[in-house]
């Protein structure tokens, strides 16, 4: 089965004090891996798509990274507005030809003025 | 330049009764996706459709939940003689085709609390 696990729970960060979250999975073949932000009361956003190990994307304060293992979700300089919960997911293939989602549970960040 | 439409927004059922959720995927997104979201907990995934076809019910209930993906119009999760437990954000996401690294696009949710 696959596992996705996410980690701090929570994330309280002072604004401009960088800091990387983490999602750690175990999966059978990997296809990608996604990072979705998610505010109260909304749906999840999404951010990147990660596919292989060593790739990287950047979004303005935000850079993904993937390693055979592992993701990071690293946050330079936190303004308060990026204070959400992010989400890290992996998507592997049915046994069917689809795409299956598992999601992790999230990390909540909170960025303080 | 819609994106995934849920409605409603908020459903307040008494136990019992019946909650039909509706999702309208993106224009040009015929695949959709059920999660379900409990507070302190990820997003799980409830069933897969296509336009007319169930594809993967696996993480439906099987007493009490139905989903449907009529060719025309929204897709429909009903869950009939709700309880408490049912109570829980109800998302739905929606992609181009269900292949490997085809992005889903989430809708805004629909919260559904069992008094």
């Known amino acids: 089965e696959d596992q996705v696990t996410q980690s701090p729970e929570a994330l309280r960060l002072q604004e401009g004090e960088s800091s990387s979250l983490n999602c750690s999975y175990t999966?059978?073949?990997?296809?990608?891996l996604f990072w979705y932000r998610q505010d109260p009361g909304k749906g999840p956003e999404f951010l990147f798509t990660?596919?292989?190990a060593g790739e990287e994307k950047e979004k303005e304060r935000l850079k993904a990274t993937l390693t055979k293992k592992e993701s990071f979700l690293h946050i330079t300089a936190p303004k308060p507005e990026d204070s959400a919960t992010y989400l890290c997911a992996v998507q592997t293939i049915h046994s069917g030809g689809y795409q299956k989602v598992t999601f992790g549970t999230g990390t909540k960040l909170q960025v303080i003025p | 330049n819609a994106g995934v439409m849920q409605n409603p927004r908020h459903l307040v059922r008494r136990r019992g009764q019946e909650a039909r959720l509706r999702c309208s995927p993106m224009k040009g997104h015929s695949h959709v996706y059920w999660y379900r979201q409990l507070p302190e907990e990820g997003l799980k995934f409830m069933v897969y459709l296509q336009k007319e076809n169930i594809i993967d019910e696996s993480g439906m209930p099987k007493e009490r939940f139905s989903a449907e993906f009529p060719k025309e119009g929204p897709s429909i999760l009903r869950i009939q003689q709700v309880v408490r437990g049912d109570s829980a954000a109800y998302f739905c996401?929606?992609?181009?085709?269900?292949?490997?690294?085809?992005?889903?696009?989430f809708g805004a949710g629909t919260r559904l609390s069992v008094l």
């Open positions: 990660l596919y292989s």
């Open positions: 996401a929606s992609t181009t085709t269900p292949l490997a690294k085809n992005i889903q696009y």
């Open positions: 999966v059978s073949g990997l296809r990608g």
